[in-house]
């Protein structure tokens, strides 16, 4: 590419606080046949101004399916990137810029860059010295990423010993520092031994302080070494627990609408917490025993020197304790599934009661549910006694034989040396009797090891079931990002929720012009709130086509269109945090000019101010300060705050007092201008005034059009209009002052 000017670098890169770091990952991103949204990105990760520090574009990058690497470059090095462009140059203000290319052939070398905010995409030549002025050598090489992610792999044991092994640098020293502990093992039998049959028999006061010096070092080092295997130990399992909650979240946040509209939260909610069951298993007992085990390497031949016979004896005895777990660990794996169906029962009845806590109060049903939950009560302890009680039967057994290695080594070894006249030395004997019972700890943890496999297996079936599910399609960076103008078109759609005999929607088709109001209307059930949830992307699995703006809604990027789409619902929750976050919680970059026209929209206004702390007032847990009418219109403030080209208003005033109905319905001209809304209501004096009225009926567009033409020719909305005015005769056609205003079209 050839430049039209040689522009100096340090001028191009002025609009450091407009971020080019996004703009230029955007660019090169593309290059490798990936689209990414700057603003997107923004909202992703929460970037309000300024460029993002170098380690957050990492992630950034990684996150997004591409394979990043930062490194220190010089000058000489960038004639020799050649296939590695593009890449990016982080300058020193922090600003950015895309190496496109590297121009050798006459005149001077130049580097050829390319301004990632410049309209034209132009690239300026710039020579070595004024790169230098502004450059320090930071670089990133990107490009895509086509292997298997972490985040797109199954989940189970081979995953979770994937994010153990890439802290493997921490856990090879582990292993080191386990080796040293285990040859200092040999030092205590050892030292008895020499003690019993040198110094107490020649009676040696000088090999006595040697073999205690010997100790003092021993002891110091066993010390030195076991705090670090702890320390490192914390280390590395703090950052598997960091890689765990993320993979958690992400993948839990990402499952469709319909996973967490059948499957209680209690359920999710315990299946989730059992990857920690997961994690102390593999970085606790499971690695804490093949630390252990790494003695073995040590011990069994020192006991073999000692006396084969005995070192046979010893494992023999070991073998019989892991053959008696082998044979409970079908009926332990069955009594641990008992166990976790009585425990997911159990919370998800708790996690009921507390989200309906006002409803048990409200009808006194405190007795019911205290029968209810012992009910539940009782089957998790029957199930868990059970388990106890199984689980005790192997662990009885195996006690005695732990016991019998030290005691019958004695025994046999000093049959053995009354045999052989004596040859066995007491102090040897001794030091194999400590040898031995070091040694069978390994197996001892085995065994119990098998147990509790039994169970984290079952707690990996547990988590999987809920972060293997399939992600929500279209969720991520993946679909188009058109520019939504607010043009809809559904045609021949047909949707039937999973179990339901009927379908929601049936045969569904209408179009809307971009900046009309349609108010949708009909009986319970009839398929209101599916229209608006299927063009919110929560149901994908529909049949037919739905458009917005030409552009088919599956093509679409579904955070790019959720972030154009206002929805107030009927019923809102409200985040923990103050008025002024909840407002922003789609818009963290917002002013607090833009939040308050939008409460002022909403007429949440008027309320906020009297509030003692007015827009840092905290939110206390389910809004127990806030009336229903007051969480509503702070609803309705959030969604108007991102000034959404589609509004989706679904009984969204059902909850209003008079006044404050009145203050939305007059604010509803301003707030309609410049985008399509969908206005979803029981009260057809509401819907009077909109451009285009949908009725429903058992999942069919029944009829649509206006106030008037639907008054004349459609039945079912003449008998629900004069069942609401009843003061009107069914021949009148004038109606009572609408509560919505004519919307601009």
């Given at each position: 590419m050839?430049?039209?000017?040689?522009?100096?670098?340090?001028?191009?890169?002025a609009?450091?606080?407009?971020?080019?770091?996004?703009?230029?990952?955007?660019i090169?991103?593309?290059?490798?046949?990936?689209?990414?949204?700057?603003?997107?990105?923004?909202r992703d990760?929460?970037?309000?101004?300024?460029e993002p520090?170098?380690?957050?574009?990492?992630?950034?990058?990684?996150?997004?399916?591409?394979?990043v690497?930062?490194?220190?470059?010089?000058?000489?090095?960038?004639?020799?990137?050649?296939?590695?462009?593009?890449?990016?140059?982080?300058l020193?203000?922090?600003?950015?810029?895309?190496?496109?290319?590297?121009?050798?052939?006459?005149?001077?070398?130049?580097?050829?860059?390319?301004?990632?905010l410049?309209?034209?995409?132009?690239c300026?030549?710039?020579?070595?010295?004024?790169?230098?002025?502004?450059?320090?050598?930071?670089a990133?090489f990107?490009?895509?990423?086509?292997?298997?992610?972490?985040?797109?792999r199954p989940?189970?044991?081979?995953?979770m010993?994937?994010?153990?092994?890439r802290?493997?640098?921490?856990f090879?020293?582990?292993g080191?520092?386990?080796?040293?502990?285990?040859?200092?093992?040999?030092?205590?039998?050892?030292?008895?031994m020499?003690?019993?049959?040198?110094?107490?028999?020649?009676?040696?006061?000088?090999t006595l302080?040697?073999?205690?010096?010997?100790?003092?070092?021993?002891?110091?080092?066993?010390?030195?070494?076991?705090?670090?295997?702890r320390?490192?130990?914390a280390?590395?399992?703090?950052?598997?627990d960091?890689?765990?909650s993320?993979?958690?979240?992400?993948?839990?946040?990402?499952?469709?609408?319909?996973?967490?509209?059948?499957?209680?939260?209690?359920?999710?909610?315990?299946?989730?917490?059992?990857?920690?069951?997961?994690?102390?298993?593999?970085t606790?007992?499971?690695?804490?025993?093949?630390?252990?085990?790494?003695?073995?390497?040590?011990?069994i031949?020192?006991?073999?020197?000692?006396?084969p016979?005995?070192?046979f004896?010893?494992l023999?005895?070991?073998?019989?304790?892991?053959?008696?777990?082998?044979?409970?660990?079908?009926?332990?794996?069955?009594?641990?599934?008992?166990?976790i169906?009585?425990?997911?029962?159990?919370?998800?009845?708790?996690?009921?009661?507390?989200?309906?806590?006002?409803?048990?109060?409200?009808?006194?049903?405190?007795?019911?549910?205290?029968?209810?939950w012992?009910?539940r009560?009782a089957?998790?302890?029957?199930?868990?006694?059970?388990?106890?009680?199984?689980?005790?039967?192997?662990?009885t057994?195996?006690?005695?034989?732990?016991?019998l290695?030290?005691?019958?080594?004695?025994?046999?070894?000093?049959y053995?040396a009354?045999?052989?006249?004596?040859?066995?030395?007491?102090?040897?004997?001794?030091?194999?009797?400590?040898?031995?019972?070091?040694?069978?700890?390994?197996?001892?943890?085995?065994?119990?090891?098998?147990?509790?496999f039994?169970?984290?297996?079952?707690a990996?079936?547990?988590?999987?079931?809920v972060?293997?599910?399939?992600?929500?399609?279209?969720?991520?960076?993946?679909?188009?990002?058109?520019?939504?103008?607010?043009?809809?078109?559904?045609?021949?759609?047909?949707?039937?929720?999973?179990?339901?005999?009927?379908?929601?929607?049936?045969?569904?088709?209408?179009?809307?012009?971009?900046?009309?109001?349609?108010?949708?209307?009909?009986?319970?059930?009839?398929?209101?709130?599916?229209?608006?949830?299927?063009?919110?992307?929560l149901?994908?699995?529909?049949?037919?086509?739905v458009?917005?703006?030409?552009?088919?809604?599956?093509?679409i990027?579904?955070?790019?269109?959720?972030?154009?789409?206002?929805?107030?619902?009927q019923?809102?929750?409200?985040?923990?945090?103050?008025?002024?976050?909840n407002?922003?919680?789609a818009?963290?970059s917002a002013?607090?000019?833009?939040?308050?026209?939008?409460?002022?929209?909403?007429?949440?206004?008027?309320?906020?101010?009297?509030?003692?702390?007015?827009?840092?007032?905290?939110?206390?847990?389910?809004?127990?300060?806030?009336s229903?009418?007051?969480?509503?219109?702070?609803?309705?403030?959030?969604?108007l705050?991102?000034?959404?080209?589609?509004?989706?208003l679904?009984?969204?005033?059902?909850?209003?007092d008079?006044?404050?109905?009145?203050?939305?319905?007059?604010?509803?001209?301003?707030?309609?201008?410049?985008?399509?809304?969908?206005?979803?209501s029981?009260?057809?004096?509401?819907?009077?005034n909109?451009?285009?009225i949908?009725?429903?009926?058992?999942?069919?567009l029944?009829?649509?059009?206006?106030?008037?033409?639907?008054?004349?020719r459609?039945?079912?909305?003449?008998?629900?209009w004069?069942?609401?005015?009843?003061h009107l005769?069914?021949?009148?056609?004038?109606?009572?002052?609408?509560?919505?205003p004519?919307?601009?079209?």
């Amino acid at each position: 590419m050839q430049s039209k000017t040689a522009i100096d670098p340090q001028s191009a890169s002025a609009e450091a606080p407009r971020a080019t770091s996004l703009h230029a990952l955007a660019i090169v991103a593309r290059h490798h046949g990936l689209h990414l949204s700057v603003d997107q990105m923004r909202r992703d990760y929460a970037i309000e101004n300024g460029e993002p520090p170098t380690g957050m574009l990492l992630k950034i990058a990684e996150e997004s399916g591409l394979t990043v690497r930062s490194a220190t470059l010089r000058w000489k090095h960038l004639a020799r990137l050649e296939k590695a462009l593009p890449l990016l140059l982080r300058l020193r203000d922090g600003s950015t810029m895309v190496l496109v290319s590297f121009r050798k052939d006459g005149g001077a070398p130049a580097a050829m860059l390319q301004d990632p905010l410049s309209a034209d995409q132009a690239c300026i030549a710039v020579d070595e010295l004024r790169l230098s002025s502004v450059w320090d050598g930071d670089a990133i090489f990107v490009k895509r990423r086509h292997r298997i992610s972490d985040q797109e792999r199954p989940f189970g044991f081979g995953w979770m010993i994937g994010q153990i092994l890439r802290e493997k640098r921490i856990f090879r020293d582990i292993g080191v520092s386990a080796f040293v502990l285990s040859l200092f093992a040999l030092v205590p039998p050892m030292v008895f031994m020499v003690i019993l049959d040198r110094v107490l028999v020649h009676q040696r006061l000088s090999t006595l302080y040697v073999l205690v010096g010997i100790i003092l070092f021993v002891l110091m080092f066993d010390t030195v070494f076991g705090y670090l295997r702890r320390y490192l130990v914390a280390i590395g399992t703090a950052k598997v627990d960091a890689r765990l909650s993320t993979y958690i979240f992400d993948r839990m946040i990402g499952l469709p609408i319909d996973f967490f509209e059948r499957t209680p939260t209690g359920v999710i909610s315990y299946k989730l917490n059992e990857v920690w069951r997961i994690r102390g298993f593999l970085t606790g007992q499971l690695f804490g025993t093949l630390l252990d085990s790494m003695t073995l390497v040590v011990l069994i031949p020192a006991m073999f020197i000692m006396s084969p016979l005995l070192a046979f004896l010893v494992l023999g005895v070991a073998f019989l304790m892991c053959l008696v777990v082998a044979i409970y660990i079908g009926p332990l794996a069955r009594a641990y599934g008992d166990v976790i169906k009585a425990e997911q029962r159990k919370g998800s009845f708790m996690i009921e009661v507390l989200h309906g806590a006002r409803t048990v109060k409200s009808l006194a049903l405190e007795g019911r549910k205290r029968l209810d939950w012992d009910v539940r009560v009782a089957d998790a302890v029957r199930a868990n006694t059970k388990m106890q009680l199984l689980s005790n039967q192997p662990q009885t057994i195996l006690q005695p034989l732990e016991k019998l290695i030290y005691s019958g080594t004695l025994a046999v070894g000093a049959y053995l040396a009354l045999s052989d006249g004596g040859s066995a030395y007491g102090g040897m004997l001794v030091a194999f009797s400590m040898i031995a019972s070091r040694a069978t700890q390994p197996f001892v943890q085995i065994a119990s090891l098998m147990q509790q496999f039994q169970e984290v297996r079952g707690a990996v079936a547990q988590v999987a079931s809920v972060v293997n599910q399939p992600q929500e399609q279209g969720l991520g960076r993946q679909g188009v990002r058109p520019v939504i103008k607010g043009e809809l078109s559904f045609s021949e759609v047909r949707f039937r929720y999973p179990g339901s005999q009927n379908p929601a929607l049936d045969d569904i088709s209408f179009d809307v012009k971009s900046g009309q109001v349609i108010g949708i209307m009909g009986r319970s059930g009839s398929g209101k709130t599916t229209v608006t949830r299927v063009l919110q992307g929560l149901h994908q699995n529909y049949e037919g086509l739905v458009k917005i703006d030409g552009v088919d809604l599956r093509e679409i990027d579904l955070t790019h269109l959720r972030s154009n789409l206002g929805v107030v619902l009927q019923d809102n929750f409200l985040f923990n945090g103050t008025i002024r976050e909840n407002i922003m919680a789609a818009n963290r970059s917002a002013s607090l000019e833009e939040v308050m026209r939008a409460a002022r929209l909403a007429g949440a206004e008027e309320f906020i101010e009297r509030l003692p702390r007015g827009y840092e007032t905290m939110i206390e847990e389910g809004s127990a300060n806030l009336s229903g009418g007051q969480r509503q219109r702070l609803a309705i403030a959030r969604a108007l705050l991102v000034d959404p080209s589609v509004l989706i208003l679904d009984e969204a005033t059902s909850a209003l007092d008079p006044d404050s109905e009145a203050i939305i319905n007059n604010n509803l001209t301003r707030i309609a201008q410049g985008r399509t809304m969908i206005v979803i209501s029981h009260r057809l004096a509401s819907l009077v005034n909109c451009d285009q009225i949908i009725v429903m009926e058992r999942g069919k567009l029944y009829d649509m059009g206006k106030h008037d033409e639907l008054l004349q020719r459609c039945d079912v909305y003449r008998h629900l209009w004069f069942q609401q005015n009843r003061h009107l005769s069914p021949g009148s056609t004038h109606d009572r002052a609408p509560l919505t205003p004519a919307a601009n079209t």
